[in-house]
């Protein structure tokens, strides 16, 4: 009698909608299980990707297909056949195909399909399959041309691309039409947007008045950007770059005040541009009064001259700390690094090191620290190979990956214990930080670009302090003071 042979099915179904109406999950179960019947196979297991796409996404990142290919993968595993509804449940990338039926041809598995009768076992099944992979391949290709061709010529007859209507608009039928009170909230955004007012300042505003976004917690800084940027409530729909009139959508803000809002807010040069706009202290500076960050603003409209301020100070009673002139500010701390690191670097510390015992020490210190830290990103890398080892190009059985992981790991593990014990030197040193003081011994960094500066800083200083005198506070545990030049306004504006 001879052996029966075992098989696991795999099922998988894409976002698409038409996928779900043709070739459903029960579809694929069903055609998988008269295949296994007819041919005699014992169907085993059945794993499954439901609303994972073949094509815009790579087989390793589905974790039904990486189960199924661990399945047989497993030691003593008897399973000979791998059946598929369609090769197009496999992938619908050829080169993930190929890489998909090497692994499972690595493991002594063959690839059948159900709807076409294919078993990669006979010449001409693996024939005909080249040419359907081929063939699937193009169909996905080709869908996602007319798709987004489709979408297009919506967007330029006024067409709805999809997706449900932003806060403040609701659908009713084919029409978004405005949704109160919710539509109230929005037309105030945009209101305070057209006074001058900022991201952070609205979301604070709403917060004190007890508005709550859809989901009910409180705005955020973000999400009030997402509104102030969403063309949808001017009825204008973004597609691709371009914007374009809908047809069918009641309109919170006129389109032209939409426009004044993205050019004056949003354009390059404003002070909403997050992190690609930073000033040189925006993230190390710390309120003396309340603690919070402190962000830069200009003194008004039309004018470069900007002042460092808390970013609770906008908000009524929040919070009373005076403004802090940012150019007079950045200087400061720049003259302070660059003297710092002269003086660190300058003839004497030089010779004085050399002949400190203790000194030396702390230099070999900081050698060993430099060697761990190479060892266990040496570890890391090695980590990663393994795994592709394992996963991907299946070189290595389950009992070897998980011997080198555990030995790989258990290394970084003494590594981190033994880089918490190494102290930073005290005396006339600053540990890992002096290549990047000696970097500045000689003016450079008042040659560098705005972006280097900003680096620079932030990596030897932990936080400043501004005030009468402001405190700079270094990553190695130092506090240096710079002194104030003159206020004004009564003090509510300190100069450096």
């Known amino acids: 009698m001879n052996e029966e042979i075992e098989a696991i099915g795999y099922i998988r179904q894409s976002e698409e909608r038409n996928d779900k109406v043709d070739i459903s999950e029960q579809t694929q179960l069903k055609k998988i299980q008269e295949f296994c019947a007819y041919n005699g196979f014992k169907l085993v297991a059945v794993y499954k990707d439901i609303d994972y796409s073949g094509f815009s996404l790579p087989y390793t990142k589905r974790p039904g297909m990486m189960s199924a290919l661990d399945h047989i993968n497993t030691p003593n595993s008897r399973v000979k056949k791998f059946v598929v509804y369609h090769l197009s449940r496999v992938t619908r990338l050829k080169q993930d195909f190929s890489k998909i039926h090497n692994i499972i041809r690595s493991f002594g598995v063959d690839l059948c399909s159900a709807s076409e009768s294919l078993d990669f076992d006979s010449p001409a099944g693996r024939l005909v399959a080249g040419v359907l992979v081929d063939f699937n391949e193009y169909y996905s290709d080709n869908l996602r041309q007319v798709t987004m061709q489709n979408k297009k010529t919506n967007a330029e007859n006024g067409r709805w691309n999809g997706g449900p209507p932003p806060y403040g608009l609701k659908k009713e039928g084919d029409h978004f039409v405005v949704d109160e009170p919710a539509a109230s909230i929005i037309r105030e955004i945009f209101t305070l947007a057209l006074d001058g007012k900022g991201p952070f300042i609205i979301a604070n505003w709403l917060n004190d008045k007890g508005f709550k976004m859809a989901s009910g917690v409180e705005w955020s800084v973000r999400r ?27 309109r919170l803000i006129e389109w032209s005040d939409f426009q004044f809002i993205q050019n004056m807010r949003f354009a390059k040069g404003t002070v909403w541009k997050g992190q690609h706009d930073r000033q040189l202290l925006s993230s190390i500076l710390r309120c ?209």
């Open 224 to 250: 009030v950007r997402y509104v102030l940027s969403n063309s949808t409530y001017a009825a204008m729909q973004h597609w691709e770059g371009e914007h374009y009139p809908l047809k069918d959508c009641d």
């Open 288 to 496: 003396p009064l309340c603690g919070s960050k402190m962000h830069a603003r200009r003194v008004s409209h039309g004018l470069e001259t900007r002042r460092y301020i808390c970013s609770r100070k906008n908000t009524t009673g929040k919070c009373a700390c005076p403004s802090f002139d940012l150019q007079s500010l950045d200087q400061a701390v720049l003259k302070l690094l660059t003297d710092k690191a002269k003086q660190h670097f300058s003839p004497h510390q030089v010779m004085s090191a050399l002949t400190d015992k203790e000194d030396s020490e702390n230099n070999s210190k900081s050698s060993s620290l430099a060697k761990l830290q190479q060892e266990y990103q040496i570890l890391d890398a090695a980590k990663q190979k393994v795994f592709d080892d394992y996963y991907l190009n299946s070189k290595l059985n389950e009992e070897q990956f998980s011997a080198l992981m555990n030995r790989y790991e258990n290394r970084q593990k003494e590594i981190y214990e033994l880089l918490e014990k190494v102290p930073l030197p005290t005396k006339k040193a600053y540990g890992d930080y002096d290549d990047v003081l000696e970097t500045l011994a000689d003016d450079a960094l008042s040659s560098l670009p705005a972006d280097k500066q900003r680096v620079s800083v932030e990596l030897l200083i932990q936080k400043i302090i501004p005030g009468s005198p402001t405190e700079v506070h270094f990553k190695w545990g130092d506090i240096q003071e710079i002194p104030v030049q003159y206020t004004k306004r009564k003090g509510s504006t300190y100069f450096y």
